[in-house]
């Protein structure tokens, strides 16, 4: 059984310290790794997908990083706008997505 | 490109009572997605549709729940007699195809039972 675990649960920066948000998971056979980001109220954004180890990828202010066991969220230099609860989920073969419980990030001015 | 719409946004009903959520996926999506987020979880898959026909419906409780995916467009969630438990966030989502194409998410329907 897929299995993704996210950590931590809640991360408090200051505007501008940059940190990493951690999923680790078990699957068999990973098809893609997927961060999401969500606002309260909003349904989940997509930000990245990630295929096979080594991978990074990067958008403004954010990198994601794949290793065999595990996916990095960094945040580089946060803004207050960066404020969201961070997603992760993992699919292999054919079987649907499975997502993490999140990381919430607050990012204080 | 319009996004996932879903209707009604909040619904609060009693115990025992029906309700229903509708969801208009991405033109041209032809994969349709319904999930259950609790406060401080990741969504759940409840059901997943390719065109009209529902390929994973494990996580669906049968007993009280249906859905419908009237010519592989619009899907219709509903809940026959809701419980206390099943107040939630019920997520709607859609993507091209079933590959690693990425999932595009509505803004839910928030729904409490009393």
């Known amino acids: 059984e897929d299995q993704v675990t996210q950590s931590p649960e809640a991360l408090r920066l200051q505007e501008g310290e940059s940190s990493s948000l951690n999923c680790s998971y078990t699957v068999s056979g990973l098809r893609g790794l997927f961060w999401y980001r969500q606002d309260p109220g909003k349904g989940p954004e997509f930000l990245f997908t990630?295929?096979?180890a080594g991978e990074e990828k990067e958008k403004e202010r954010l990198k994601a990083t794949l290793t065999k066991k595990e996916s990095f969220l960094h945040i580089t230099a946060p803004k207050p706008e960066d404020s969201a609860t961070y997603l992760c989920?993992?699919?292999?073969?054919?079987?649907?997505?499975?997502f993490g419980k999140g990381t919430r990030l607050s990012v204080i001015a | 490109e319009a996004g996932v719409v879903q209707s009604p946004r909040y619904k609060i009903i009693e115990k025992k009572q029906p309700v229903a959520f509708w969801c208009n996926p991405i033109s041209g999506h032809n994969t349709l997605y319904w999930y259950l987020q609790n406060l401080g979880q990741g969504p759940e898959l409840l059901i997943r549709y390719e065109n009209e026909e529902a390929v994973d419906d494990s996580q669906l409780p049968k007993d009280r729940f249906s859905a419908e995916r009237l010519k592989g467009v619009d899907s219709t969630l509903k809940i026959q007699p809701a419980e206390l438990g099943d107040s939630a966030v019920y997520l709607c989502?859609?993507?091209?195809?079933?590959?690693?194409?990425?999932?595009?998410f509505g803004n839910g329907t928030r729904l409490t039972v009393t």
């Open positions: 990630l295929y096979s």
């Open positions: 989502a859609s993507s091209y195809g079933t590959g690693n194409s990425p999932l595009h």
């Open positions: 989920a993992v699919r292999s073969g054919n079987t649907p997505l499975v």
